[in-house]
């Protein structure tokens, strides 16, 4: 059986089924809804796939339109948009039963030399991961053992994640909760050594926890939801070359929640402090009316 790495290679790699047209399977899980750092990963591969492959990814910017359906397939049509000098760009839409449910547009640049640099520095000094419990064993060592859906997940997790904060089980625990998190992440095994296939699976790890810095002040991260949640669109700015199976810190902040929708913004730095990506999501968060599901 192959490891949770791989099987993420697998996932992002695409059927071509015609000139800038690619098919890319969704496991079939018992989520309401596919994914969505999925969806982008895999749009993002088939945008890549129609350049030549010297203009490394430098942006994208994308929005979710509608839930997909787990273990149905996703078509994606890319459109060549501009072949420049020194940037590439492409429109991708994701399609599933006839219905849109994605769009990206990513742009490719270049690398230069020229021009000046400059960082802030990361807003604090983090453990390293090493210092750390993965999430599972947090999980396990809090209940005792894992329950079966959730141990399920955990061996099917492609990245291993650690939280910098201790997770917090109560709503006592989170009284004056700053809406912030960090966590470290890698994925579980080696991705080999395509520049787009880590940038593609760092994409997908991008989803996972970013609306976490939402909802801390209202509701322990692990546990039973009160709120529905879904994301509506998603921004990352690639700055630094990077390996995706290898320690990446994921600092996460929500400078506002207000009107059913929170803000979030991540910066991704690399175990020397050095800005890897940054990235910027909003989220829809609506109290689940226990007599059904919520819905976009």
Not at 235 to 251: G, S
């Amino acid at each position: 059986m192959t490891n949770p790495a791989e099987q993420l290679v697998d996932l992002l790699d695409l059927e071509q089924i015609e000139v800038d047209i690619f098919r890319g399977h969704s496991p079939e899980e018992s989520l309401q809804r596919v994914f969505g750092g999925q969806v982008a990963g895999q749009a993002l591969v088939a945008a890549g796939r129609t350049t030549d492959g010297a203009r490394p990814v430098h942006s994208l910017h994308a929005y979710f339109l509608r839930p997909g359906r787990p273990g149905v397939p996703i078509v994606y049509q890319v459109e060549r948009v501009r072949d420049g000098r020194s940037f590439t760009t492409r429109r991708v839409t994701a399609i599933q039963q006839g219905r849109t449910i994605f769009n990206l547009t990513a742009s490719f640049h270049r690398p230069e030399e020229a021009g000046f640099e400059h960082q802030l520095p990361p807003r604090l000094d983090f453990p390293d991961p090493e210092s750390l419990p993965a999430v599972a064993d947090e999980i396990r060592a809090h209940l005792g053992a894992m329950p079966e859906a959730l141990e399920r997940m955990a061996r099917r997790m492609a990245f291993d994640l650690r939280y910098v904060d201790r997770l917090r089980w109560t709503r006592e625990e989170l009284k004056d909760a700053d809406p912030r998190s960090a966590v470290w992440m890698r994925a579980v095994a080696p991705l080999g050594d395509d520049p787009l296939v880590h940038t593609c699976a760092l994409t997908y790890a991008s989803d996972m926890t970013l609306l976490d810095a939402v909802r801390i002040p209202v509701e322990p991260l692990w546990g039973p939801r009160g709120f529905d949640m879904a994301s509506l669109d998603h921004a990352m700015w690639f700055h630094r070359p990077f390996r995706a199976d290898e320690w990446f810190l994921y600092d996460q902040e929500s400078p506002i929640a207000v009107g059913g929708r929170g803000l979030a913004r991540g910066r991704i730095y690399d175990r020397e402090g050095r800005l890897l990506v940054s990235v910027v999501q909003e989220g829809l968060f609506r109290p689940i009316e226990r007599g059904g599901p919520g819905g976009a």
